[in-house]
């Protein structure tokens, strides 16, 4: 019977993937790795995540707001490259060694440019709010959306 790994600790991981996730809470960032770093680099980004999900971290809110994307070939403006799938239809480069980018950024950044033609505004919000005393986003988001009603 195999045998169930344990999570491990926010402690066992070093802190530039934390920040790396925090950053990417506000921005997007893009790292330039050979493909099997940048699949190595996402995977200890969600341990971390489901480490702090799992011990209740303070920040937990913030890091789960990011998205880590890998591209590579002509999607991420390199020459093409040969790639092949897996037994989950998941594509993948032949080379592992591949120059790839890793993009680290905001949940839901990608629907940004299509929302402003369709003429929503983008607000800046602070991705979470912080403190036992602070209102959720949601309370902020619909005061404003009250407040530019008014005639």
């Known amino acids: 019977m195999p045998r169930k790994r344990e999570a491990k600790t926010v402690e066992a991981f070093g802190p530039e993937i934390f920040e790396a996730l925090i950053e990417g809470s506000k921005r997007e960032i893009t790292l330039e790795l050979p493909y099997s770093k940048a699949v190595a680099f996402r995977q200890r980004a969600n341990m971390l995540r489901a480490a702090m999900r799992t011990s209740g ?62 003429g929503i505004t983008l607000r800046p919000l602070s991705p979470v709010s912080e403190g036992p005393s602070a209102k959720p986003v949601m309370d902020d988001i619909l005061e404003q959306f009250l407040k530019d009603g008014e005639v």
């Not at 880590?68 to 991420?76: D, N, S, T, V």
């Not at 950024?105 to 033609?117: I, T």
């Open 57 to 118: 971290h303070e920040q937990y809110k913030i890091v789960a707001q990011t998205t880590l994307r890998i591209a590579w070939g002509k999607e991420a403006g390199y020459e093409e490259t040969p790639e092949k799938r897996n037994t989950q239809n998941v594509r993948f480069p032949v080379n592992r060694a591949t120059p790839a980018k890793l993009i680290i950024s905001p949940a839901d950044s990608e629907f940004g440019d299509a929302l402003k033609k369709a």
